[in-house]
């Protein structure tokens, strides 16, 4: 129980229950949109066949959004959205870098 504990203090939670509904989120949530993203990327013509190089970029810039959007959906459906918002704000906080505000 020692790791349940240490995940409810980390994310500011308050019940097992939460903790457990969050790693439902998590799991179905990526599960589904790479179902989700696979029709789109056969839509574009973007195939396994293509160049590594070239298809493992692409394929992560169209299902990084689409698992956003799902995290938000599912998590809201599962009462949970106000804390799946608040992940998604911290991780774009994280990809996009702060101007530098000091006065030279």
């Keep these: 129980m020692k790791f349940l504990e240490k995940v409810k203090n980390r994310w500011g939670i308050t019940s097992n229950w939460q903790v457990f509904v969050i790693f439902f989120v998590f799991g179905v949530t990526g599960s589904l949109s790479l179902k989700v993203g696979?029709?789109?990327l056969d839509f574009m013509h973007i195939t396994d066949d293509m160049n590594a190089w070239l298809y493992w970029p692409l394929r992560l810039l169209i299902?990084?959004?689409i698992y956003q959007v799902l995290l938000l959906a599912i998590g809201g459906v599962c009462g949970q959205f106000t804390f799946f918002w608040n992940i998604i704000k911290k991780t774009f906080g994280r990809m996009?870098?702060?101007a530098n505000k000091k006065a030279v």
């Design 63 to 65: 299902v990084f959004p």
């Design 96 to 98: 996009i870098p702060k």
């Design 38 to 40: 696979k029709p789109i």
